[in-house]
């Protein structure tokens, strides 16, 4: 046999990785070449010389390392204490909700430095409308109610309409059956404007403040899916309400802390409205062309909120879609948008890397790491729907499959989410 | 020659500060939900599980994610751990998947062909924080030497030096056929024996 055959297995036979026959035969060769029996003695060097010096030396270093990890041990019992979402990688719609509370907070300390019922704020408010009018994009009527109640600048016509917004912000986070942003408009609606005296306006206040702080328990102890999942049933349509919760909950949030949508356009969104708006999204953020720009973006996960954001607009302007969709058949395109999205991410991630080759691998997963969790998660709860939908078993299998996988799985990190939809199956499957 | 890889020095030296019986009564202390005998088995095995974790990525800053984030891991999942085994292969095979993970993510995409046929230059290569973990300058030059091989070879040398895996567990690991593990590890040495020749 050729040299070169017996060169090629050295390492293997080094390593006593040969079976039997090949083993006899290659020692066979080895006691007799000289070359072998050198490169041997070289591989064995070698080995000695790594097992040796490969050690790390003693240093400070790993006293500070161990306590680091120690420390994070106990930022992790926090979360166990504290019900936090488990993905605290996940921030934008806590971070959007946060950002909206500390908004009425200021506002409020601005309301509390009235002086002879003048109302100071005025220009605040205004920045805040124009701030959202432009961020929006959508035909965004503000009341003129209020526009006139705030030229004149006068507090005690504000204080209910903020007591209502709170209202709204508080249901906006427990309540599943959250709709676009004509409901807040209804309910502020509905409420007398009756003028209050400034005694009156400290008693809102502080009831004003005590929302805040529920508000801010509700946002702290919101577990993605699970509180709107243990509020009330999950009627199939309002799986879809569910994904779409955190979308509204930041419209929401901004809307009715700083807009009232026009009079004209209250027209309650129906969950199969719903479907035709989320499908519509879906197919704008396909077809968008400007996708390979936006991949660089590093919000990239946002593109879809972006859409929808959109496609309300349209609503808003009566523009109805006639398409009639099948809910499966959403939550099939939402698992293929997905997936494309965790294409556009890993592009991302690499063009990231490119441009910032001084920045350390541990900054790329961070920023990765943001984007994922919501993609995954909106993954496992496209397979779930589509579990539970699908008349396919073999389809189901997968969806499953895909699910259990990422359960199962200790190294991944977005198994508790997965976990958390294959619950609700089996829990599905028991009730049927 | 014919010599089976046994214990690596590491192992010795993780049991050095106590019996395996000690490991076994701080894993046990651990699941109970003390930190502090967790602590000790992250004093135990950090250093082990930092130089294989390295040897896999080749960036400081990775591997010190990767170690912190494994180690919170275990102690999330410790009461799922079956009291009466190693500790360290346990730890060993979270942090290998977390950074064969992100060692895909990274690379993977990035068109691996082009980055596994990176010219071998150990010379050049910047061992950045690490350099300050070692006190000796043929040290430096063996882990410059590792970080300058190709992902495909470092891949396969760490797994089988560090972790000594056989290679049909690497071949399985790594998804490759044995025969492919056989001839990457036989080049890896190649390479490291041109790097470090001077030292033998």
């Known amino acids: 046999m050729e040299h070169q055959f017996y060169i090629d297995r050295l390492s293997a036979y080094f390593d006593n990785e040969l079976k039997n026959e090949e083993f006899v035969i290659v020692k066979e060769h080895i006691d007799q070449c000289d070359e072998c029996q050198k490169q041997l003695r070289e591989l064995e060097k070698l080995e000695n010389l790594f097992s040796t010096k490969t050690e790390l030396s003693e240093n400070d270093y790993w006293e500070q390392s161990a306590q680091k990890i120690e420390s994070a041990l106990g930022e992790q019992n926090q979360t166990e204490i504290i019900p936090v979402a488990e993905k605290a990688s996940l921030p934008w719609w806590k971070l959007t909700a946060l950002a909206a509370s500390l908004v009425l907070v200021v506002l409020i300390t601005l309301e509390e430095k009235e002086e002879d019922g003048v109302f100071q704020r005025e220009n605040n408010y205004n920045s805040t409308i124009e701030k959202k009018d432009m961020r929006e994009e959508a035909p965004v009527v503000i009341d003129t109610t209020i526009r006139d109640e705030l030229s004149v600048g006068r507090v005690e016509l504000r204080t209910e309409e903020e007591t209502g917004d709170l209202g709204n912000v508080e249901e906006l986070i427990e309540d599943e059956d959250i709709t676009f942003h004509n409901q807040p408009v209804e309910k502020s609606k509905s409420k007398p404007q009756v003028s209050s005296k400034p005694k009156t306006v400290k008693n809102d206040l502080t009831k004003q403040k005590s929302k805040l702080v529920e508000e801010k328990d509700v946002i702290d102890n919101y577990e993605i899916g699970k509180t709107i999942s243990t509020n009330k049933k999950l009627a199939e349509s309002d799986m879809l309400a569910e994904t779409t919760t955190l979308i509204k909950v930041e419209k929401n949030f901004d809307q009715s802390i700083s807009a009232k949508v026009g009079e004209e356009s209250p027209q309650e969104t129906s969950d199969s409205e719903v479907f035709e708006l989320m499908d519509l999204a879906i197919d704008n953020k396909s077809t968008d062309k400007d996708i390979d720009s936006s991949v660089e973006s590093p919000k990239l996960s946002f593109n879809n909120f972006q859409s929808i954001e959109v496609v309300t607009a349209v609503n808003e302007s009566d523009q109805k879609s006639t398409s009639k969709i099948t809910k499966i058949n959403y939550w099939r395109r939402m698992l293929e948008t997905n997936n494309e999205l965790l294409k556009d991410q890993n592009k991302k991630v690499i063009s990231y890397s490119k441009s910032n080759k001084k920045r350390s691998v541990k900054s790329k997963k961070s920023v990765q790491n943001i984007d994922l969790n919501f993609v995954y998660k909106q993954l496992f709860e496209a397979h779930y729907n589509i579990a539970i939908l699908t008349t396919d078993s073999t389809e189901e299998q997968k969806s499953i499959q895909f699910l259990t996988k990422h359960a199962n799985s200790v190294e991944k990190e977005y198994n508790s989410d997965a976990l958390y939809y294959l619950q609700l199956y089996k829990n599905k499957q028991k009730q049927d | ?200």
């Open chain 2, 1 to 200: 020659m014919n010599k089976k890889i046994s214990e690596d020095s590491d192992s010795s030296q993780v049991y050095s500060t106590g019996s395996k019986s000690d490991e076994q009564k701080l894993i046990e202390s651990a699941q109970n939900g003390n930190k502090s005998a967790f602590g000790k088995l992250i004093r135990l095995h950090q250093k082990r599980l930092f130089r294989f974790v390295y040897g896999l990525l080749n960036s400081f800053d990775a591997t010190e994610d990767i170690v912190q984030e494994t180690f919170v891991k275990a102690f999330e999942k410790i009461e799922t751990f079956k009291t009466g085994y190693a500790f360290y292969p346990w730890i060993a095979t979270i942090a290998r998947n977390r950074a064969f993970n992100l060692m895909q993510r990274e690379e993977k995409k990035e068109s691996l062909e082009k980055l596994q046929e990176v010219g071998f230059n150990p010379q050049s290569t910047d061992l950045g924080a690490l350099d300050k973990l070692l006190d000796d300058e043929n040290k430096k030059r063996l882990y410059k030497a590792i970080a300058a091989l190709p992902v495909k070879y470092r891949s396969v040398f760490t797994l089988r030096h560090f972790e000594q895996m056989d290679y049909s567990e690497i071949a399985s690991y790594l998804k490759i056929p044995p025969g492919t593990v056989d001839s990457r590890l036989f080049r890896a040495r190649q390479m490291l024996l041109e790097a470090v020749k001077d030292l033998l």
